[in-house]
């Protein structure tokens, strides 16, 4: 065998070589190369053993490295803030009686900060949306029946994806009557007879002169 390829196979069983090998020999043959081989060398001049060490085996096993995210994707992947701080529905106050004969409810809402071009108001009355949603900050329902009513506004982004919404407030229609009309604006003289609410049947006397008193 070729000294060389002896050698060379020689080495890769030292790397896997365990205690319970066999001896290794060392020794210079007749042309002067160095020959490794686990026989005693026949007719050699020279030779000597190697002694091999114990080789230490270890189980593989998986070991987990927990790497740190860069300090600028910990920001990218952190959800943005909300574009608004406050939705208020400024008119009409909760747990309000409104008065009147169109039986109208007069809306008036305020974001913080301002509506944002594309976002847009939508009125919310008794579980239904009053309809479409709109940019103005002030409008009004119509023909709401007198009653208990919950409203509430919400507020849209482009695709009509809910920001942010009011507080439910409790409101109470109440139609006007004649009597409310008649406090608000007594009847005078004049308005007797005219008025629905000043009948001329309710118009009072007026005083007699004093000369008249006893007649």
Not at 111 to 130: E, M, N
Not at 132 to 149: F, K, L, Q, T
Not at 176 to 183: E, F, G, I, N, Y
Request: proline residues 11%.
């Amino acid at each position: 065998m070729n000294p060389f390829v002896t050698a060379t196979l020689l080495c890769l069983g030292l790397c896997t070589a365990t205690p319970l090998q066999a001896q290794i020999y060392s020794y210079t043959d007749a042309s002067g190369q160095r020959v490794f081989s686990d026989q005693p060398p026949p007719g050699a001049t020279t030779h000597s053993t190697v002694e091999l060490k114990p080789v230490n085996r270890m189980p593989a096993g998986q070991r987990m490295i927990k790497l740190k995210p860069p300090a600028g994707l910990k920001q990218q992947l952190a959800p943005p803030p909300p574009p608004y701080q406050s939705l208020i529905l400024l008119s009409p106050a909760a747990d309000s009686t409104l008065r009147n004969t169109a039986r109208s409810i007069e809306i008036q809402v305020r974001s913080t900060p301002d509506l944002l071009p594309g976002h847009r108001y939508q009125a919310w009355l008794d579980g239904a949306a009053y309809g479409p949603a709109s940019e103005a900050d002030s409008w009004r329902i119509d023909e709401v029946n007198r009653g208990e009513h919950q409203l509430y506004i919400q507020l849209l982004d482009e695709q009509g994806n809910t920001l942010m919404q009011t507080e439910v407030a409790t409101l109470y229609v109440r139609q006007t009557t004649l009597a409310d009309r008649k406090r608000v604006n007594p009847c005078k003289d004049d308005d007797y007879g005219k008025r629905p609410e000043c009948p001329l049947a309710e118009k009072p006397e007026k005083a007699k002169p004093w000369w008249r008193m006893g007649l």
